[in-house]
């Protein structure tokens, strides 16, 4: 995500609506292929989400739209538009053994892609909800032990007994057949629509179970909550169950340009995670900045600048503004790590502007 000042003088791109987009629909392809600036190519989209294997994180989203539109090396991160012109995808991958167009090309749809870019926006960190199944794909066989009358739906073969799935009643053996009233057929469609809320919004699941639907209120999960926890079920304490906001404020995330850093305050799942009242947590840092000089991580609390406590993201700038105001030429920053320790890193102190 690149932040643009002043934004207002720069024409945009309309987003379409990913879900709506067809098969035999056409689409255009926008990108610099071969060193070729600003090429446009036009195809049909050939498939829906597509899973072709090429991420290599077991958890990671495979949901491609497949267009038969001239994509090569270079396409790649290129706008993938509908013919009003809006935005439906983002070129990504082309399966080939020549390596160059062979008709077959893939790009990210775009409704799963705002989702990421809000995140890292808001928190700049991607917040993935999850149910904590293990899920296969449907068979004939399958099909027919249950008593489905066409291969649909995706077949839950295991129901983590401390996930969000196991709470709102989902089993063993169930087949899930709709995701807020959307057929699923496939596993990456269930994963994609899925990671398209945050941990603790909530969302409806249509299950096959004895030959007979019932709908599941899930409400969702991230993975720290129930990965590598014990096996027995159990009740997710206040804190745990403390839903992230669907719609992040705009100044949720602080950014203090000059030390490289981006701060918001504190979740009460976070300050359970790290063993913590209160403090900043470091959501990036920028490479080059004084702040990754010094060696500073994300994904850490920032609780003292100078000796100085900061219980808040608010506060962590007046500390660091005021660090830029002394005549000191190195600020001493204390964060918390999430295993509970402190560590302690010698920033330069930037000139103040």
């Known amino acids: 995500v690149l932040k643009v000042d002043p934004a207002s003088d720069l024409p945009v791109v309309a987003f379409g609506d990913s ?31 597509r899973e072709i294997n090429i991420s290599n994180n077991q958890l990671g989203i ?67 909800a999850y149910l904590g199944i293990t899920i296969e794909e449907v068979n004939a066989q399958v099909a027919r032990n249950n008593g489905l009358e066409a291969i649909r739906g995706v077949f839950v073969r295991n129901v983590h007994p401390n ?18 009233g959307r057929s699923v057929n496939a596993r990456n469609e269930l994963q994609s629509l899925v990671a398209r809320n945050r941990p603790g919004e909530t969302i409806t699941i249509t299950v096959w179970r004895n030959e007979t639907e ?27 169950r403390e839903p992230f906001a669907p719609d992040a404020p705009d100044d949720a995330l602080r950014e ?21 009242s209160d403090g900043a947590y470091v959501a990036y840092v920028q490479g080059g900045s004084p702040a990754e000089e010094a060696g500073l991580p994300r994904d ?34 204390q964060v918390q790590r999430r295993d509970g320790t402190s560590a302690f890193y010698e920033a330069p102190v930037p000139i103040l502007p």
Request: proline content about 4%.
């Open 62 to 128: 495979e949901d491609f739209i497949q267009t038969d539109a001239a994509i090569n090396p270079g396409n790649s991160g290129g706008a993938l538009v509908n013919l009003r012109g809006e935005l439906v995808g983002i070129s990504t991958a082309i399966a080939t053994e020549s390596g160059s167009y062979e008709g077959y090309g893939f790009a990210i749809p775009s409704n799963l892609m705002q989702r990421v870019v809000q995140d890292l926006i808001a928190y700049g960190e991607f917040r993935r």
């Open 256 to 276: 203090l340009e000059a030390w490289g850093v981006g701060v918001r305050d504190l979740t009460r799942r976070e300050r359970s995670a790290f063993s913590v």
């Open 300 to 333: 850490v609390v920032l609780t003292r600048v100078n000796g100085e406590a900061v219980p808040s993201a608010e506060a962590a700038i007046r500390a660091l503004t005021q660090a830029q105001r002394g005549s000191e030429p190195y600020a001493l920053l």
């Open 214 to 240: 019932r709908t599941l209120s899930v409400e969702l999960m991230g993975n720290t909550e129930w990965l590598g926890e014990s096996t027995s079920p159990q009740e997710p304490d206040d804190a745990a």
């Open 163 to 180: 996930g969000a799935a196991y709470q709102a009643g989902m089993r063993d053996g169930d087949i899930v057949v709709a995701v807020d």
């Open 19 to 49: 879900d709506d987009v067809n098969v035999g629909e056409w689409v255009i392809a926008v990108g610099n292929p071969f060193r070729l600036t600003s090429t446009v190519t036009a195809g049909i989209v050939s498939a829906l989400s």
